[in-house]
């Protein structure tokens, strides 16, 4: 007999779900001593297995462990570089000088250096001495004369380069414009040289230009720009003189690494260097881009991918194909991946400290611990100077089975994926499955400043200030700023009886160096805001104030030739943050793989001191 249902019309509960949660056994302390999370202190030999019960190493996996992994790569090597932002000139990438080189070198302004002037002009006065020609020694130094110390010497030469400028002005020849009247064939024609001197002069000059390392001049030819083959020589005159013989030599690898004359990396406003290499494969052209490059050890995490962008870069590829066997991811020293193997007591997890800010300590330890049997290394040779792309990967397990890996996809959402090592995409997507090996040099040695220019707030006076710590001098020394330029004052006048003892100062002075950088609108954006250099205006008695010219090349002095003022330099205001910033120019030295030495000047953006004051004061009231 069955018991009726009573209620068959009536509805069924509604179904509740549930939430299902597994919890993972991880070794964790929150206290700074980790020793006693390490020590796995045991009570009896049942108690060692129901730890090996617990942590499950009586339950197998079916899963194996990676034995052999084959490998297909591609690297398509870097043809092109594209000097400055997009829109900028685009060259064929030399292969014989590290891409810092490339991109960092400027205009080193050699040959109006008079330090080298006067050293190479003493050793043609010593040739003309050892040849028997000293009869013509006062002339050339007549004729090619090395200027004496300029008339405004506190403001344009430091007391060192205007005692050089004194003792070698009249007693050595201007060396670069004797070279360059060579080149241009007037020397020593320019010079009234005795017949029976003729012979000596000459071999005397044959001399100097063998102690420069100058060649012969190609026959057949008249182009003198083989003699431009020299650090003294290699950049044109002010202006780019239509005299100048050509510059620079083709097929020649000068002591200085200098920019070609149209190459303009460095953007002045944003002091930062922008470029892009390029590189064309198999899967077409790949572009980096580096928009916002400080000038300080360029690396791979510099450039970004930028798939709208084309150099029209030929093609330089590389496929390779290897097999080899993965190896554990592992530093010396860290522990066997089973937890109750024997091991050699390397290293003391127990005795490392960890607050709970130190992540890194942490984390290094949970790797060790944790995490130390999931990841595997499969070592490739990829060429300096080249992107890389994985084509395929396959990996075969202690089992025989063999998996194809598939590159990392993009996450989902907000989140980026998995991207160690992948150049940003330049678009904001996700990183680009490449890996990136710029030909950058593993270390440089870099010279004291030769120009420092320090960026910073001064909240008092409510301005931003460019200070010129350190110039380069006449002579390619670098100069003192702070401790050569006074302050710019008023002439002092004559005292007049009755003066109260009171004196007003409509605004106090600050020193020359200091330059303001006023806020003004963008042009074509009302809410923008740019720092505008602004000279100090130098006052007078009985005359208009005359403005202070620096000599910074950061800040770029440069006189327009149409109106004859300095050019307009503008500063995103967000560049001049309240820590400031420094800008250097220094020389930097690098060994390239093929033995080679590279030298060249570079700049450096780099964080400043924070605010200071300038003591500039408006409507004072103080004491005659």
Sequence with gaps: MTVPDLLPDAEKPPHVPSITTWSRLEPRTRAEDLSPALEARTADPLWFLARQWQLGEFQGEDAGSPVLARLDVESARFTEVRYGPAGGPAAPMPAARPLEAVVEAEDTGGAHDLRWAAEIGQELLRLLSEHGAGAVRAAVVARYPIPGPPADGPSAADETTAGYLRIMAGRAPHGTDVLRDYAKGAFPGSVNVPAELTASVTAAVTGWLDWLQVGERPSGTSDPGHLMRLPGVLAPAPGGAAQDPPWP???????????????????????????AVAATGSGGETVLTAPEYGGDRLDWYHLDHDPDASLHAPSDTERRTRVVVPTRAAYPGMPATRFWEMEDADVNLGRIGAGPTDLARMVLVEYATVYGNDHFVIPVDVPSGSVTRIRSLVVTDSFGVRTLVPATGPGGGTSQGWGLFRPASARGESPSPLLVLPPTTSSTLSSAPVEEVRFLRDETANLAWAVERTVTGATGEPIDRDGQVPRARVPARADVPGLPELTYTFATTVP???????????????????????????PTRGGAPVPIIGHSRVLD????????????LAVPEEEVGRAGLRVVREWRLARWTDGSVHLWLARAKRTGGGTASSGLRYDAVAPR
């Design 249 to 275: 030599p083709d097929g020649f690898l000068p002591l200085v690494d200098t920019p070609g004359p149209d190459v303009r990396t460095w953007q002045r406003e944003r002091m930062e260097y922008a470029f």
């Design 512 to 538: 020359e160096n200091w330059v303001p950088l006023v806020p003004t609108p963008e042009d074509g954006r009302p809410d923008g805001v740019r720092l505008r250099r602004v000279p100090l205006q130098q």
């Design 557 to 568: 002095w440069t006189l327009a030739p149409d109106t004859g003022r300095v050019v307009r």
